[in-house]
């Protein structure tokens, strides 16, 4: 369904308007359905407005807005301006609204936008961060600029930069990728390879859009492939899972995404599913963004089987913003596949597979390499491993960024360092977690998203009230060597005793061999990335804010 002789995303899209469709789903009842006739003439016409007010090819336009028709529109509007768009978080409270503000303020810096649009909620932030040259557009206006017809002067080049998005962050400063509108195209059929979709298929998307993943997968493919769409605000499941079941059956959605944390999310409210809520009608779901645990995942699978065939049609897939998103992916065909690596084998960087259940590390597979990229395992002196083995992993590709907006890429002979660990057996890709992630403790790496989803199940399995975890490896000066410390995040304002951690920190050591040093409980929320990986980095901050405010002992 994506026409052969397109060069874009926007060829594609002026093809097939009258199949491309949005519908909101806000949860309570009120859906609003977008057309894509509609938004063809409405973005034409913010494109029109985007030129008169200096928007040329090559330019960036920034949108702060969730997931809604001004959203769709900006994006849309921004392409045929010829400029690259820029999707940024949108949420500024909470307890560190004034690092979100700030954050968001670096990000325009950054990418030096000649137009942001935004809601009246970020628009004193927004326009704190532009200079006189730029523009902020209220979004509750752009109702009031008129439509207009599109022309040959909106179709954006193959060549022409299409998005600035910027990476996760979840242990630095996010960047901002390159991804031009011909990567975006191959990108789509790669997707449409691995879904199989026909012109029945209706993609569900929850996933805020100024992540990677939601972006590719809620808006560019739906515009390229002509399906249909529902999109849900990530608050409504976040706040409420049980809605994802409803929307999905309410329109008869058989394409979605989740991630693991959301897994959890749903499983845990799994008392609140009735009969009502069985869905068959699912063929696909991705299962990306986070590191996926075996353990945590088949214990989900089990209790959300009566109400969903999840087992047979949610498939681990592996990407990043450097590769527009896919790197692997299992295939519609193919089933769940987990490995079982001997924990010491795993911690030397040899992989070597065991039937012994208390030795083992499992691994949750995340598909074979997609067509279009290459794929290379590489020890520290960057020479090839002989597979299995542990060591970094490097992509090169067509989808694959020529770099960063204002700073060079990690690329070596073409090949990019993904920053993350992983090894391969049989074809299949499996992923060991952030390179920057690993505590070393006499010898040995420990891989912290390894020893968090060890606790987690330890936690949940003696029913202390934890919502998340997050393990860090810091320098303690005093006695010159790292700590091992646990942040805990409550899920409730139930009391953990001294005894409780007691407990934790014998189930882990047991679990794992790694003997935690110090617990703590965080007063809010862990902070996160947009796909909700756990920010170290500032979970670090977080834990010296902790440790200063302590009283004196």
């Known amino acids: 369904m994506i026409p052969p002789e397109a060069g874009t995303v926007v060829d594609c899209f002026l093809s097939h308007p009258e199949r491309v469709h949005f519908t909101f789903d806000h949860g309570n009842g009120h859906t609003r359905?977008?057309?894509?006739?509609?938004?063809?003439?409405?973005?034409?016409?913010?494109?029109?407005?985007?030129?008169?007010?200096?928007?040329?090819?090559?330019?960036?336009?920034?949108?702060?807005?969730?997931?809604?028709?001004?959203?769709?529109r900006t994006i849309v509007a921004a392409w045929f301006a010829r400029a690259a768009i820029v999707v940024l978080p949108h949420r500024l409270g909470g307890a560190r609204s004034a690092a979100s503000a700030d954050k968001l303020q670096r990000m325009i810096a950054k990418v030096s936008p000649r137009i942001v649009v935004g809601y009246a909620e970020v628009e004193a932030t927004v326009r704190a961060a532009l200079g006189a040259d730029q523009h902020y557009l209220a979004a509750e206006k752009l109702g009031d600029i008129d439509p207009a017809a599109v022309d040959d002067t909106m179709r954006p080049r193959p060549e022409d930069l299409a998005v600035l998005q910027f990476s996760s962050g979840s242990t630095r400063e996010p960047r901002a990728v390159m991804i031009r509108q011909n990567q975006q195209l191959l990108h789509c059929d790669i997707a449409s390879r691995g879904t199989r979709y026909d012109s029945n298929s209706i993609i569900f998307n929850w996933l805020p859009v100024y992540h990677d993943f939601a972006l590719a997968a809620g808006v560019v493919f739906p515009l390229a492939s002509g399906l249909k769409c529902t999109m849900m605000p990530t608050e409504c499941v976040v706040s409420d899972p049980i809605q994802w079941f409803k929307s999905i059956?309410?329109?008869?959605?058989?394409?979605?995404?989740?991630?693991?944390?959301?897994?959890?999310?749903?499983?845990?409210?799994?008392?609140?599913?009735?009969?009502?809520?069985?869905?068959?009608?699912?063929?696909?779901?991705?299962?990306?963004?986070?590191?996926?645990?075996?353990?945590?995942?088949?214990?989900?699978?089990?209790?959300?089987q009566p109400f969903l065939n999840i087992e047979e049609i949610i498939r681990p897939a592996y990407g990043l913003a450097?590769?527009?998103?896919?790197?692997?992916?299992?295939?519609?065909?193919?089933?769940?596949?987990?490995?079982?690596i001997s924990?010491?084998?795993?911690?030397?960087?040899?992989?070597?597979?065991?039937?012994?259940?208390?030795?083992?590390?499992e691994f949750a597979s995340c598909g074979t390499i997609v067509d279009t990229m290459l794929v290379k395992i590489v020890g520290p002196d960057e020479l090839a491993l002989k597979q299995p083995a542990r060591g970094k992993i490097l992509i090169k590709g067509p989808t694959v960024t020529a770099g960063y907006w204002g700073e060079n890429a990690p690329i070596l002979d073409d090949w990019l360092d993904t920053g993350d660990d992983g090894f391969m057996i049989d074809d299949q890709l499996y992923i060991c977690g952030r390179r920057k992630d690993v505590i070393i403790r006499g010898g040995s790496n420990y891989?912290?998203?390894?020893?968090?989803?060890?606790?987690?199940?330890?936690?949940?399995?003696?029913?202390?009230?934890?919502?998340?975890?997050?393990?860090?490896?810091?320098?303690?000066?005093s006695i010159q060597r790292e700590r091992v410390i646990v942040i805990l995040e409550k899920a409730s304002n139930a009391l953990i005793t001294n005894e409780s951690l007691g407990k934790l920190r014998a189930d882990i050591l047991q679990r794992t061999g790694?003997?935690?040093?110090?617990f703590t409980v965080a007063p809010s929320k862990l902070p996160r990335t947009t796909s909700?990986?756990?920010?170290?980095?500032?979970?670090?901050?977080?834990?010296?804010?902790?440790?200063?405010?302590?009283?004196?002992?």
């Open 532 to 553: 909700g990986k756990l920010q170290r980095s500032v979970c670090k901050n977080l834990f010296s804010e902790l440790t200063q405010n302590r009283p004196n002992e």
């Open 343 to 361: 924990r010491e084998s795993f911690r030397t960087g040899a992989i070597t597979r065991t039937t012994s259940e208390s030795d083992a590390i």
């Open 249 to 304: 059956k309410r329109h008869g959605a058989t394409i979605s995404a989740l991630t693991p944390s959301s897994v959890d999310l749903l499983t845990a409210r799994i008392s609140k599913l009735t009969s009502d809520d069985e869905y068959f009608g699912l063929k696909y779901v991705w299962l990306a963004a986070e590191p996926v645990f075996p353990k945590r995942l088949q214990k989900s699978i089990k209790l959300l």
């Open 33 to 72: 359905e977008y057309p894509g006739p509609q938004l063809a003439v409405e973005a034409a016409g913010l494109a029109l407005h985007f030129r008169r007010l200096g928007v040329v090819p090559g330019d960036r336009v920034a949108v702060v807005v969730p997931t809604s028709e001004p959203l769709l």
């Open 514 to 518: 790694l003997l935690i040093d110090e």
């Open 447 to 477: 891989d912290c998203s390894e020893i968090e989803s060890e606790a987690m199940i330890a936690a949940q399995e003696a029913l202390l009230p934890i919502s998340a975890i997050a393990v860090l490896s810091i320098l303690d000066n």
């Open 322 to 340: 450097e590769a527009v998103v896919a790197v692997s992916t299992t295939k519609i065909e193919s089933s769940l596949r987990i490995e079982k």
